[in-house]
T-cell receptor, first 112, second 115 residues
């Protein structure tokens, strides 16, 4: 059972464009929703995170939009740069065993 | 502040051989995690430690995998014997206790290739 579904699997954006990655979850006990960025050969690094008591969180060019009723959340990367090219994972934390459940990842390529 | 340290970074072994991975978490982080990351997939939790106690090892294949966290700091993950399907990246992560406990910091991982 895949508890966090992420789309698209891959995304190509032009420099300066907006990158949008979507995730949907099933377990209403989740109460923390981070996004991780991973470069080849590196471990995932926390990018931004949100809790379900707010609908949006912005940090620089990165914004999370959260829709609790739809059980969906998304990452928006404004003014995308080639250096943003990486794999992005959404995740959700909570539930009876309180473990971090990841989506399958989105490979973002930003063309110069 | 030093991040999570893992070694070795790469390991190539033949099937049926044993292998061990080492992790040193961020100083002061009480919680330590081992994850498995297959190619093109998100990390999957293998085991979680609170100090030296394994509080969630439900996803650890205990017939061949073992882990320990002596003294509640460093940790070792072992596979014996390794199988071809164990080829993956093994990630270690750590987090603090308290209000920032939800933020997990990952190490660079150990890429295991089983031939």
């Amino acid at each position: 059972q895949q508890q966090v579904k992420q789309s698209p699997q891959s995304l190509i954006v032009q420099k300066g464009g907006i990158s949008i990655i979507n995730c949907a979850y099933e377990n209403t006990a989740f109460d923390y929703f981070p996004w991780y960025q991973q470069f080849p050969g590196k471990g995932p690094a926390l990018l931004i995170a949100i809790r379900p008591d707010v609908s949006e969180k912005k940090e620089g060019r990165f914004t999370i939009s959260f829709n609790k009723s739809a059980k969906q959340f998304s990452l928006h990367i404004m003014d995308s740069q080639p250096g943003d090219s990486a794999t992005y994972f959404c995740a959700a934390l909570g539930g009876s065993n309180y473990k971090l459940t990841f989506g399958k990842g989105t490979l973002l390529t930003v063309n110069p | 502040e030093a991040g999570v340290v893992q070694s070795p970074r790469y390991k190539i072994i033949e099937k049926k051989q044993p292998v061990a991975f080492w992790c040193n978490p961020i100083s002061g982080h009480n919680t330590l995690y081992w994850y498995l990351q297959n190619l093109g997939q998100g990390p999957e939790l293998l085991i979680r430690y609170e100090n030296e106690e394994a509080v969630d090892d439900s996803q650890l294949p205990k017939d061949r995998f073992s882990a320990e966290r002596l003294k509640g700091v460093d940790s070792t993950l072992k596979i014996q014997p390794a199988e071809l399907g164990d080829s993956a990246v093994y990630l270690c992560a750590s987090s603090q206790a308290g209000v920032t406990a939800d933020t997990q910091y990952f190490g660079p991982g150990t890429r295991l290739t089983v031939l």
